[in-house]
């Protein structure tokens, strides 16, 4: 545990210090969000609704922190220290690979919280966004989408190659999911067969879900979803574990 | 005496290109052992297979009589490596790289008084990339000690030091030495082995052609200088 909180506090310092996943998981979603907030402001989302605009699309702006995080960040990190042979330092050292893996996959929970709470309180103080559902359905449904997303990532950085196709990798999840998955581009707008395509992303279904959970609307026919979410996050972070190479 | 590393007949080819071929060794504790050879000779290759950073061919490893792949979390709390690619997070400061090595260990030393030591306890407050080559060599070394370890493995151990540096590090050494700690290193300096090495090996393309001691390989080349011994003895002497 001491180890746990030393090596969480070294590389969370080193990890600010880069300055990369500040911009891109915490600064870019709020800019997003002041954006639609000028735009739309309080309107309702569609004729008919009584949840505004900004209520709908609070959830794909989180999404948008998930995605740096868990499809860029992490990868890349774990991919660079190979590379780095950083590993083979701590190869050479008591840590099990377990604990590392964690300490960075946990890295990128915070980005992820910090960014949901400045989102929902920009959102609630400006444009009084608030929750129509229940905390402990929006919390869930966001904390499976971090999971699901971030151990795809963490198995990436660790199977990878290299740092290149790690990156290629990583450019390959994260733009379609960022862009395709409603996270920037509301899912709403995008024609039928688009919208079926996509479906398939885990983020797509977070968003889904998230946004039902938000809104207070029925997350019944999400079952299917959540499971597939969990098996992903299973998955991913088994083989992580297990394929885990420090060279 | 109780042997703290123990090779037998170590071979790892790479592909079709034998780096070591049966290579045997040991080490007794509180002794120091120097792995010699010109660049290319099997050094890191020997070093590695027996941190178990790179698995063998064939042959038996044993350090501290543990395995080091099977039983690697067990054995690394008892010993320090310095490896000769040095390696660290891009933005790291000396504080850190020694605080985030001192956490993984149950007892390390104080890293400050380590750093006081060997000379750069100004430079803690430095990003690790922009000391020198001297300065950043003396920090591995700090790094591979902080474990308080039953043995360490030097890989090229004062690679870039000046004189003085150089002279320092050995005296710690020696001096931990003295306290019971194994040392294991590889050099190119010949002085620097004379100086602190009970025991060398000499490897030619992954086999070991001299193991003694400096005396012994002295009195087996028939050369009054060790350096000119180990030309001799390593087949790299021209004459």
Same mark, same amino acid.
């Given at each position: 545990?001491?180890?746990?909180?030393?090596?969480?506090?070294?590389?969370?310092?080193?990890?600010?210090?880069?300055?990369?996943?500040?911009?891109?998981?915490?600064?870019?979603?709020?800019?997003?969000?002041?954006?639609?907030?000028?735009?739309?402001?309080?309107?309702?989302?569609?004729?008919?609704?009584?949840?505004?605009?900004?209520?709908?699309?609070?959830?794909?702006?989180?999404?948008?922190?998930?995605?740096?995080?868990?499809?860029?960040?992490?990868?890349?990190?774990?991919?660079?220290?190979?590379?780095?042979?950083?590993?083979?330092?701590?190869?050479?050292?008591?840590?099990?690979?377990?604990?590392?893996?964690?300490?960075?996959?946990?890295?990128?929970?915070?980005?992820?919280?910090?960014?949901?709470?400045?989102?929902?309180?920009?959102?609630?103080?400006?444009?009084?966004?608030?929750?129509?559902?229940?905390?402990?359905?929006?919390?869930?449904?966001?904390?499976?989408?971090?999971?699901?997303?971030?151990?795809?990532?963490?198995?990436?950085?660790?199977?990878?190659?290299?740092?290149?196709?790690?990156?290629?990798?990583?450019?390959?999840?994260?733009?379609?999911?960022?862009?395709?998955?409603?996270?920037?581009?509301?899912?709403?707008?995008?024609?039928?067969?688009?919208?079926?395509?996509?479906?398939?992303?885990?983020?797509?279904?977070?968003?889904?879900?998230?946004?039902?959970?938000?809104?207070?609307?029925?997350?019944?026919?999400?079952?299917?979803?959540?499971?597939?979410?969990?098996?992903?996050?299973?998955?991913?972070?088994?083989?992580?574990?297990?394929?885990?190479?420090?060279? | 005496?109780?042997?703290?590393?123990?090779?037998?007949?170590?071979?790892?080819?790479?592909?079709?290109?034998?780096?070591?071929?049966?290579?045997?060794?040991?080490?007794?504790?509180?002794?120091?052992?120097?792995?010699?050879?010109?660049?290319?000779?099997?050094? $890191?290759?020997?070093?590695?297979?027996?941190?178990?950073?790179?698995?063998?061919?064939?042959?038996?490893?044993?350090?501290?009589?543990?395995?080091?792949?099977?039983?690697?979390?067990?054995?690394?709390?008892?010993?320090?490596?310095?490896?000769?690619?040095?390696?660290?997070?891009?933005?790291?400061?000396? $504080?850190?790289?020694?605080?985030?090595?001192?956490?993984?260990?149950?007892?390390?030393?104080? #890293?400050?008084?380590?750093?006081?030591?060997?000379?750069?306890?100004?430079?803690?407050? $430095?990003?690790?990339?922009?000391?020198?080559?001297?300065?950043?060599?003396?920090?591995?070394?700090?790094?591979?000690?902080?474990?308080?370890?039953?043995?360490?493995?030097?890989?090229?151990?004062?690679?870039?030091?000046?004189?003085?540096?150089?002279?320092?590090? #050995?005296?710690?050494?020696?001096?931990?030495?003295?306290?019971?700690?194994?040392?294991?290193?590889?050099?190119?300096?010949?002085?620097?082995?004379?100086?602190?090495?009970?025991?060398?090996?000499?490897?030619?393309?992954?086999?070991?052609?001299?193991?003694?001691?400096?005396?012994?390989?002295?009195?087996?080349?028939?050369?009054?200088?060790?350096?000119?011994?180990?030309?001799?003895?390593?087949?790299?002497?021209?004459?």
């Amino acid at each position: 545990m001491k180890t746990f909180c030393a090596l969480l506090k070294n590389e969370l310092k080193l990890n600010i210090r880069n300055m990369n996943m500040v911009i891109f998981a915490i600064i870019l979603p709020l800019v997003v969000l002041v954006i639609l907030g000028f735009l739309y402001g309080t309107n309702p989302a569609a004729g008919g609704t009584d949840y505004t605009f900004l209520e709908q699309s609070i959830s794909a702006q989180c999404a948008i922190s998930i995605c740096a995080g868990g499809l860029m960040g992490l990868p890349l990190v774990v991919a660079e220290y190979r590379e780095r042979k950083v590993l083979k330092r701590f190869q050479v050292t008591p840590i099990s690979p377990g604990i590392l893996l964690a300490v960075e996959f946990l890295i990128y929970v915070l980005y992820a919280l910090v960014s949901l709470i400045a989102l929902l309180l920009v959102s609630g103080l400006a444009w009084d966004v608030h929750l129509r559902g229940t905390w402990v359905s929006f919390a869930g449904s966001w904390l499976l989408t971090v999971l699901s997303t971030l151990s795809i990532g963490m198995m990436v950085g660790g199977i990878a190659k290299n740092t290149k196709s790690a990156s290629v990798i990583a450019c390959v999840l994260y733009f379609p999911m960022l862009i395709f998955s409603g996270a920037t581009l509301p899912f709403e707008v995008m024609p039928e067969i688009v919208q079926k395509v996509i479906r398939v992303f885990p983020v797509t279904q977070g968003i889904q879900l998230m946004k039902s959970a938000f809104l207070g609307l029925s997350v019944e026919h999400f079952t299917l979803p959540i499971l597939v979410m969990l098996a992903v996050a299973l998955a991913c972070s088994g083989i992580a574990v297990k394929y885990f190479k420090w060279e | 005496m109780e042997e703290v590393v123990k090779v037998e007949s170590l071979t790892k080819a790479y592909g079709a290109l034998p780096a070591i071929d049966h290579v045997s060794l040991s080490v007794k504790r509180g002794t120091a052992f120097g792995l010699l050879g010109a660049n290319g000779a099997g050094k $890191s290759t020997t070093i590695e297979c027996i941190l178990g950073t790179k698995r063998a061919d064939s042959g038996n490893v044993s350090v501290l009589t543990l395995d080091p792949r099977k039983d690697r979390r067990r054995l690394f709390q008892k010993v320090g490596v310095q490896f000769q690619e040095c390696d660290y997070q891009p933005e790291i400061k000396v $504080s850190e790289l020694c605080e985030e090595t001192a956490c993984l260990y149950k007892s390390p030393v104080d #890293w400050r008084e380590l750093c006081e030591q060997f000379g750069i306890g100004d430079k803690t407050g $430095s990003p690790v990339k922009s000391l020198s080559d001297g300065e950043r060599q003396r920090l591995f070394i700090v790094l591979a000690l902080i474990p308080k370890p039953q043995v360490v493995f030097l890989d090229e151990l004062t690679t870039g030091l000046d004189a003085r540096a150089r002279r320092g590090v #050995w005296k710690i050494l020696k001096e931990l030495k003295d306290g019971g700690l194994t040392i294991f290193l590889t050099s190119h300096f010949m002085d620097e082995v004379e100086a602190l090495c009970d025991e060398i090996c000499i490897l030619q393309k992954g086999r070991a052609v001299f193991y003694g001691t400096v005396a012994q390989a002295k009195e087996k080349s028939g050369c009054e200088n060790f350096e000119d011994a180990y030309l001799k003895l390593s087949g790299e002497g021209i004459e």
